[in-house]
């Protein structure tokens, strides 16, 4: 029987571990590209780049991005900071 993890990795086709925040962050950007979605630049702008900093230890910050063309889809991202040395990324198309 396989392993909630080994369950939860082989749904995504992204990586759900990261070095670093900014990494996760293109990763969830490059998800959407994948799926045929452009992320709106002025939401990154605005809610990322200006938003909050990068989480704490044990925290996670989470955006609702809009979508290029899209009035009800979004991407929903999640970062969580694992132990200061990973990040795990969530995100999904809404």
Do not use: W
Not at 32 to 48: E, H, M, P
Not at 76 to 91: G, H, I, M, P, S
């Amino acid at each position: 029987m396989k392993s909630f993890k080994e369950l939860r990795e082989g749904k995504n086709d992204y990586s759900l571990y990261h070095k670093t925040y900014s990494g996760a962050l293109a990763a969830a950007y490059d998800h959407a590209k994948k799926k045929g979605y452009t992320v709106d630049r002025n939401d990154i702008d605005s809610k990322v780049a200006m938003g909050p900093k990068k989480p704490s230890n044990g925290k996670s910050n989470r955006f609702t991005l809009k979508l290029v063309g899209e009035k009800k889809k979004m991407l929903a991202v999640q970062v969580t900071n694992l132990d200061n040395k990973r990040y795990e990324l969530n995100c999904y198309i809404t």
